[in-house]
T-cell receptor, first 113, second 110 residues
Framework: EAQVTQNPRYLITVTGKKLTVTCSQNMNHEYMSWYRQDPGLGLRQIYYSMNVEVTDKGDVPEGYKVSRKEKRNFPLILESPSPNQTSLYFC????????????FGDGTRLSIL | QQPVQSPQAVILREGEDAVINCSSSKALYSVHWYRQKHGEAPVFLMI?????EQKGHEKISASFNEKKQQSSLYLTASQLSYSGTYFCGTPTGGNTPLVFGKGTRLSVIA
């Protein structure tokens, strides 16, 4: 089954404790993106990747890192999480062209205390 | 850079129609529409690639006016299952990932 898998689905942690949210897709898609969703602000792009070893900042990249060492994986790293990063996070992937549908993972709800 | 959606929220009775608009101050290369149910991931509805294009998905259709830099989503004879938040998304360049609007919350009541 074609899917985008995020882990964990839920995480409560404390300020400053490094964490990684994993994202994996099995559709051989070139594009992958990370979004955060906050009430009233919609989906805001954090980082995106157009291919292996190619990443770029989105609209809200501060406090996040990403890597794309393999085509299928695109982890999101919070080196020193802070409470303002409490949010719902979505990973998405799409084929080579942006004129094709994006497939979203089920989301990761992060709470940083 | 975010496209602007209107209205922010709308409440409908079953069977009523609604229109959701998406506009941008920049050129629109294409427009994507997604629906998100509460607590779930956004789900793809349709893409419009060319000015003047119209598409349909069940009783949901959309149009794309490239000159006016806007797209509209039309929901006719709404059903309870149409409730959710609708997002439009556009690439910022010719072939870049999407930037989404803030969403329109649609509630259909019996």
């Amino acid at each position: 089954e074609a899917q985008v898998t995020q882990n964990p689905r839920y995480l409560i942690t404390v300020t400053g404790k490094k964490l990684t949210v994993t994202c994996s897709q099995n559709m051989n898609h070139e594009y992958m993106s990370w979004y955060r969703q906050d009430p009233g602000l919609g989906l805001r792009q954090i980082y995106y990747s157009m291919n292996v070893e190619v990443t770029d900042k989105g609209d809200v990249p501060e406090g996040y890192k990403v890597s794309r060492k393999e085509k299928r994986n695109f982890p999101l790293i919070l080196e020193s999480p802070s409470p303002n990063q409490t949010s719902l996070y979505f990973c998405a992937s799409s084929p080579q062209s942006s004129n094709q549908p994006q497939h979203f993972g089920d989301g990761t709800r992060l709470s940083i205390l | 850079q975010q496209p602007v959606q209107s209205p922010q929220a709308v409440i409908l009775r079953e069977g009523e129609d609604a229109v959701i608009n998406c506009s941008s101050s920049k050129a629109l290369y294409s427009v994507h529409w997604y629906r998100q149910k509460h607590g779930e991931a956004p789900v793809f509805l349709m893409i419009l690639l060319k000015g003047g294009e119209q598409k349909g998905h069940e009783k949901i259709s959309a149009s794309f006016n490239e000159k006016k830099q806007q797209s509209s989503l039309y929901l006719t004879a709404s059903q309870l299952s149409y409730s959710g938040t609708y997002f439009c998304g556009t690439p910022t360049g010719g072939n870049t990932p999407l930037v989404f609007g803030k969403g329109t919350r649609l509630s259909v009541i019996a």
